[in-house]
């Protein structure tokens, strides 16, 4: 059974820094694609950052320069660090994984239940 539990969200203030963690259970993710999803409030989950099985990393534009996504194969993690935060980043965070290599911002195969970031100002 193929599980993701994602860490490390909290409170922060603005202009402060998070690193989110994702590990994964089940199988190994190695070779797969995984990625950072982001739901606020009201709003419609979006896409955060993704790394794919050959580490090349996709960004959402809101987010470029300040969110750096990396793995660790041999933990079976993905993290999300996150730096110069501000209120708009305050959302649910959730990690997915594909079974596949390769990005695809539709296409994720596995989720993870979420880990809650709020950034006070």
């Known amino acids: 059974q193929v599980q993701l539990v994602e860490s490390g969200g909290g409170l922060v203030q603005a202009g402060g820094s998070l690193r989110l963690s994702c590990s994964a259970s089940g199988r190994s993710f190695s070779s797969s694609a995984m990625g950072w999803f982001r739901q606020a409030p009201g709003k419609e989950r979006e896409f955060v950052a993704a790394?794919?099985?050959?580490?090349?990393?996709y960004y959402a534009n809101s987010v470029k320069g300040r969110f750096t996504i990396s793995r660790d194969n041999a933990e079976n993690t993905v993290y999300l660090q996150m730096s110069r935060l501000t209120p708009e980043d305050t959302a649910v965070y959730y990690c997915a994984a594909r079974r596949s290599t390769y990005h695809d911002i539709g296409s994720y195969d596995y989720w993870g239940q979420g880990t809650q970031v709020t950034v006070s100002s």
């Open positions: 790394i794919s099985g050959l580490g090349t990393t």
